[in-house]
C-alpha cells in the first residue's frame, strides 16, 4: 500500500491496492458504475450531469441530491436511473472494484460521506488506508454482521456499520472536536473483526470459533494503529481503548464518553434489525413476535 502524504486528508492516486483477487470473488451486479462528471445542466426542476465512462462514453444522468464538481466521482444507478456524487476520497481503481462487489451500493455511497467528514487529517487517512486494504475492504461490503443474529444478509456488515456511525455522528456535535472523530472512527472500526471471522456464505471461520471479533478486529488494526500512534499518540491509545473497554467492578463507565454513543448505537441497530425482522411479512394486528424460532426473545410493536 503507497504511504499517504502527511500533509493532505486524501489518499495518493497512486495505489497498490491489487485487484487481480477480484477474479475469485463472487461477483454482484447491481447496475452500479462509477464515472466522472463532464458536465452539468439544469432541465426544469432536475439537474443534469454528463457521464465519461472508463470507455469514453458520453450519457446524460439526472442528479437528485447535490451540484457535483466537473471531474468528481459519480456512482450511476441503472435501476433507479440517477447519479450519485461520491467525494474525492480514493483512487479510481480501488472506488470501481469496491462498487463491482458492493451488495449495497448506497451504504457504500454514505460511508465514504461519512469519511469524509471526519475534521482531521490523521484520522481520515487512518481510515482511507484501511479502507485501501482489499482483505479489509472487499469482506466489509459483500458479507453480513452475523449468521443467524442482526443484519444477517449479504450486504449486512456495512449496513450495521453505517447506520451505527450516522447516529453517532450526530450525537458527537457535543463532544470536543477531536473526541468526536476518534468516536466517529471507532464505530467505524468496532465490527472490522468480523470480516475474517465470518465468511461470505454466512458461517463462521475457524478463527471465528476459537476467538472473539473485538480481538480479531484488535489484531487487523494493530499495523495501521501504529502508523498512527508516530503521528499522534493520544489519538492512538483513545482509539484503542474504544475498541478494547469492557466494564468491570473498578472502572464501570468508560474512560471517554463517546464510547458511550458507540455502545448505544450498536445496540439500538441491532434491536431495530432484529424487531424488523420479527415482524417481517406479518399482518399490521401482530403486535408481539420472535426473530428466530429457536430465540426466546420477543419482540412487541404498537399499532
Not at 42 to 50: L, M
Not at 273 to 297: C, I, N, T, V
Request: glycine share 4%; net charge neutral; proline share 8%.
Amino acid at each position: 500500500m503507497t504511504d499517504m502524504a502527511t500533509s493532505s486528508p486524501r489518499v495518493s492516486r497512486q495505489s497498490s491496492m491489487d485487484v487481480a483477487p477480484l477474479k475469485s470473488q463472487p461477483r454482484h451486479r447491481f447496475g452500479t458504475v462509477v464515472g466522472h462528471c463532464s458536465k452539468q445542466t439544469d432541465a426544469g426542476v432536475r439537474h443534469w450531469v454528463q457521464v465519461q465512462n472508463t470507455q469514453g462514453e458520453l450519457a446524460w444522468w439526472p442528479c437528485p441530491t447535490k451540484r457535483p464538481a466537473l471531474g468528481a466521482f459519480l456512482r450511476m444507478d441503472t435501476t433507479t436511473g440517477n447519479a450519485h456524487p461520491l467525494p474525492d476520497l480514493l483512487p479510481e481503481p480501488i472506488l470501481k472494484a469496491l462498487y463491482r462487489l458492493c451488495i449495497h451500493p448506497e451504504d457504500l455511497d454514505q460511508l465514504l460521506w461519512l469519511m469524509d467528514g471526519l475534521q482531521h487529517a490523521e484520522l481520515q487517512r487512518f481510515m482511507l488506508e484501511i479502507l485501501q486494504d482489499p482483505d479489509i475492504a472487499l469482506p466489509l461490503v459483500q458479507q453480513a454482521a452475523s449468521c443467524r443474529h442482526h443484519h444477517s444478509d449479504p450486504g449486512g456488515l456495512l449496513r450495521h456499520t453505517v447506520e451505527c456511525t450516522t447516529w453517532v455522528q450526530a450525537w458527537t456535535s457535543m463532544l470536543p472536536p477531536v473526541e468526536a472523530d476518534v468516536t466517529v472512527v471507532a464505530t467505524l472500526c468496532h465490527d472490522i473483526g468480523k470480516t475474517q471471522t465470518i465468511t461470505l456464505s454466512q458461517t463462521t471461520t475457524d478463527t471465528g470459533q476459537m476467538v472473539a471479533h473485538e480481538i480479531v478486529g484488535l489484531q487487523i488494526l494493530q499495523p495501521y494503529l501504529a502508523r498512527l500512534r508516530r503521528e499522534w499518540p493520544q489519538v492512538a491509545d483513545a482509539l484503542l481503548h474504544m475498541l478494547s473497554w469492557h466494564p468491570n467492578r473498578r472502572e464501570p463507565l468508560p474512560r471517554l464518553p463517546g464510547l458511550v454513543m458507540l455502545k448505544h448505537a450498536d445496540q439500538l441497530s441491532t434491536v431495530m434489525d432484529l424487531r424488523h425482522r420479527a415482524f417481517e411479512g406479518y399482518p399490521p394486528h401482530h403486535f408481539w413476535s420472535k426473530p428466530h424460532a429457536d430465540q426466546a426473545q420477543r419482540f412487541h410493536r404498537l399499532g
